[in-house]
């Protein structure tokens, strides 16, 4: 697929019914999510516990799309050959796992996966101006990590047009993760994010079986950015 900087959704799963992920992960691809969005949490690095690769290996049948795996965990190396073992497409790593972010990135390239790097709030964006020639994204945090349902986090909205300065014409996306609503895609993706997160939102008012909120929060989501977007 050409590298294209149009904007996708990516809902979260975070925000959808753990007793149901299989169906869950279909009802959103049918209904127009263009990635799926797998946060794992250890309990360490963030103050919650979701799931681990095992977890991506059951959902990886359900996804017919891309399958975006947001790693916060710490220490992350240990886990990325089962990780992409377990079908993920983009695996992101955070910044602030460990001493060697370099060889991370390394490392899941040369699983034959995506590298992606994530920045928390509190972290710079100079944090990955030596990274930007070995990823094909950038996850920005909008909120800070381990919970759905949070407040966008303003601060960031300059950090991301920093970003995308940074970026320049290389073809490395740029992901908003956390507290995308209707009321924020738009202002993100003025910023310039062109992957935009979304867990609360976009489950809202829906289920697996009967999905069609789903559809309508990303349509609307989606075209509330592409107004505004770059
Ligand atoms: C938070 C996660 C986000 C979160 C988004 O640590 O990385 O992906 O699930 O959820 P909402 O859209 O509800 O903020
Ligand atoms: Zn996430």
Redesign the pocket.
């Known amino acids: 697929m050409p590298f294209s900087r149009s904007i996708k959704i990516a809902p979260?799963i975070?925000?959808a019914d753990f007793a149901n992920f299989g169906a869950e992960c279909r009802a959103i691809e049918a209904e127009g999510a263009d990635w799926v969005?797998v946060?794992v949490?250890d309990g360490h690095f963030?103050p919650n516990l979701t799931f681990g690769p095992a977890m991506c290996a059951a959902l990886r049948p359900h996804i017919k799309g891309v399958m975006d795996v947001?790693l916060?965990i710490a220490p992350v190396d240990p886990y990325l050959e089962a990780f992409a073992a377990a079908g993920a497409d983009i695996i992101t790593a955070h910044v602030e796992a460990g001493p060697h972010i370099h060889r991370t990135l390394q490392a899941i390239r040369a699983l034959g996966k995506k590298p992606g790097v994530a920045l928390n709030p509190g972290t710079p964006v100079e944090a990955v101006a030596e990274l930007l020639d070995m990823v094909d994204m950038v996850c920005v945090?909008t909120?800070n990590?381990?919970?759905?349902?949070?407040s966008l986090i303003e601060s960031q909205l300059t950090k991301i047009e920093r970003l995308h300065a940074m970026i320049g014409d290389r073809p490395v996306h740029i992901e908003a993760?956390?507290?995308?609503t209707l009321a924020t895609a738009p202002v993100v993706a003025r910023a310039g994010a062109d992957v935009l997160?979304?867990?609360?939102?976009?489950f809202k008012g829906g289920t697996a079986s009967s999905p069609a909120a789903y559809g309508v929060n990303i349509k609307a989501i989606r075209a509330a950015a592409e107004a505004a977007a770059h």
């Open positions: 979260s975070l925000a969005h946060d949490m963030v947001h916060m945090m909120v990590p381990g919970f759905g349902g949070q993760d956390g507290g995308i997160v979304a867990g609360s939102a976009v």
